[in-house]
Structure formats: C-alpha cells, structure tokens
C-alpha cells in the first residue's frame, strides 16, 4: 500500500491566518521565495496577481490553497518537506501577510529514506 507524502503543510497558526487573508483578499496562492529581496520565505498573492509558469511546481495546497516553488529551487528542497509556521514580526514585502503583525515563515524536515521513496514515486 503506497501512502501519500505531504510536500508541504501547515500548522494551525499559519492555517488560522491564512483563513483571515481569504476572508479579506479572497482566492489565495503561495509561492515559495528563493531568495533575493524577501530570503527564502513563502509568499502569498491574491490568486489573480501572481503567474505561474511552465517551470514552477505545484507542491500541494493548505486548506484549499495551492503552494507553488520554481523548480531550482525545487531541487535544493526535493528531500524535505515544507512546514508552513507563523511568527511575529513584518511579512515579506509583497505578501499578504505584511502589515499583519505575522509572518508566514518555512520550516522544513528531511525526509526519511522511505517517504523520499514514496515522495519519488519510487517504491
């Protein structure tokens, strides 16, 4: 029986606000940030002002909201999976979480020989 990996998820402070943006922005996306102005941190965009592309990859979705990193990136995160946490302080700049008082923050794990396997595809 193959079980199903979750490349990313949530805990339920970053669950709680990303329940509040939806309420005041409407539809959602994240994209994990590579760096540059905003370090590595997860970004969330109103659905309609962010574009994916063709090399961006869907990683799967917190309460409904898909989550999205470009696949450079990807690759220096393929082993882990992505925990998305809540902090104090300022968000990224562009990110909805800004001005909030929090800020979405990536924590991560590696994963396990096994869930690396059955993340792959591999078993």
Known sequence: MQHLISRVL?????????R???????PLLFFQSGG???G???????????N?????IYLGNLDG???YIGSEQYEYWKHTQLIIDVVSGNGGMFSLD?????RFLTRSRLF?????????GRN
């Open 10 to 18: 949530a805990t339920e402070a970053a669950l709680e606000l990303i």
């Open 20 to 26: 509040t943006l939806r309420q005041k922005h409407g």
């Open 36 to 38: 540059c102005c905003d």
């Open 40 to 50: 590595s941190a997860p970004m969330c965009y109103p659905a309609d002002d962010f």
């Open 52 to 56: 994916i592309s063709a090399t961006d």
């Open 65 to 67: 909201v898909p989550f």
């Open 98 to 102: 800004n001005g909030t008082g929090k």
């Open 112 to 120: 396990s020989d096994e869930e690396n396997a059955a993340a792959s």
